[in-house]
């Protein structure tokens, strides 16, 4: 799996050159189409599913092994299968190289009962120019056009029919309204009317310090409302609290971190470092939401992905620690952290380790010559 410095950001995105190549040769997939049918390469847990059976929705959800958000959801989507027992099937579908497998194992083994659904596993296979050839990829993904990212949700209705496509803040009403009869062509229309509006709100509080009490209402309700969404709106909330009182914005994301990412060697706290970066990035392609970032809350942060994080992950993880000491103004402990992760991959010694040693270093320059020019 490759992690390129700044691109962490968007771990768990596939580029939109990388999903549309070749698309041009394939039947666009529209919602209102019959699904394509379901070809996995390997069955990890649960029934497998080899057809979808007149009467029953089917949930499908495409994920990838370095997708921590997409792990965090894993529990609540197995509380959802058990909720909708008889009515509605849920599937979780790795889509990653073969190399990733005994990873995956480790984790559904670590995780146990609390996931208690089918999982499958299915290569895309990436080939010459980046165009991925899998079956299930091409029929499902490719097909459906767009550039989505992970985790992506197919719907499937009781006759065979796809309804729904796109990400996971509307699965919960989706699946109600399926299972229920109730489900319409304008779901997504209805779900969208006022969220960008909402969404407008909070982004112009973080950014501009406008309505921070109701963006702040705003972020709670999307909290309280959807289960799953903690994990899009905690940063949120904390970049809202921490402009009136920094100490218990902290002792919030201490808190998530404890009740969402405390596993040990946890997986799904990937998305940890997705909200660090926007913390020390602040006013550097993030909006400023505070005139100086707590530093020492993100190292606190760091700290605690390196105790429960796949030793896969320490190389972007020493990167990242070496480019917020660059923010901080430490050049000289950032040189530390880069030394670190430089002998990691240079130990490893593949050719992928060293492109990806090669690329952190080129973005580590560039951050420090742009952060060089700005103080002249």
């Known amino acids: 799996m490759k992690i390129y410095g700044i691109l962490v950001a968007v771990i768990c995105s596939l580029s939109t050159q ?44 495409f994920m990838s092994n370095g997708c921590g958000p ?60 980046n165009i ?9 993904m490719l097909r459906s056009g767009s550039n989505p990212s992970f985790p992506t949700f197919f719907l499937v209705d009781q006759n065979g029919i796809l309804r729904y496509k796109g990400g996971h803040q509307y699965i919960e009403d989706a699946v109600a309204e399926l299972v229920n009869g109730t489900f319409k062509a304008d779901f997504i229309v209805r ?57 218990t914005a902290a002792n919030y994301v201490r808190d998530v971190i404890r009740r969402l990412f405390g596993t040990p060697n946890s997986d799904n706290g990937l998305s940890l470092t997705y909200f660090v970066t926007s913390i020390y990035r602040s006013g550097h392609g993030y909006p400023k939401y505070v005139e100086k970032p707590d530093f020492d809350f993100c ?15 320490h190389p972007m993880l020493y990167f990242e620690m070496a ?25 490893k010694g593949d050719k992928e380790s060293i492109e990806q040693m090669d690329s952190y270093k080129k973005t580590f320059e560039f951050v420090k010559l742009n952060l060089e020019r700005k103080s002249m």
Request: aromatic share 12%.
């Open 18 to 61: 990388d999903i549309l190549a070749g698309n041009e040769n394939h039947d666009t997939l529209r919602t209102g189409d019959r699904a394509p049918s379901l070809t996995i390469d390997q069955w990890l847990k649960g029934k497998p599913v080899t057809q979808f059976e007149k009467g029953k929705v089917y949930i499908l959800d």
């Open 70 to 129: 997409c792990k965090a959801m894993m529990p609540h989507l197995s509380q959802l299968a058990k909720q909708y027992k008889g009515k509605a099937v849920f599937i979780s579908i790795f889509n990653d190289d073969k190399p990733a497998l005994p990873y995956i194992h480790k984790f559904l083994d670590k995780m146990g009962n609390k996931i208690n659904y089918s999982i499958g596993f299915a290569n895309p296979r990436r080939g010459s120019g």
């Open 132 to 140: 991925y050839t899998g079956k299930l990829w091409t029929d499902w």
């Open 191 to 247: 779900k969208q009317n006022g969220f960008r509006e909402r969404m407008t709100i909070i982004g112009d509080a973080i950014g501009n310090d406008r309505n921070v009490p109701l963006a702040l209402q705003i972020v709670d309700s999307f909290i309280a409302t959807k289960p799953a969404s903690e994990l899009d709106f905690y940063g949120m909330k904390y970049k809202l609290m921490a402009k009136s009182d920094p100490q």
């Open 299 to 313: 190292f606190e942060i760091f700290d605690h992905c390196l105790k429960t994080y796949d030793e896969t992950y």
């Open 323 to 347: 480019e917020a000491c660059l923010y901080s103004g430490n050049a000289g402990q950032a040189m530390v952290y880069l030394n670190k992760m430089e002998k990691i991959l240079r130990e």
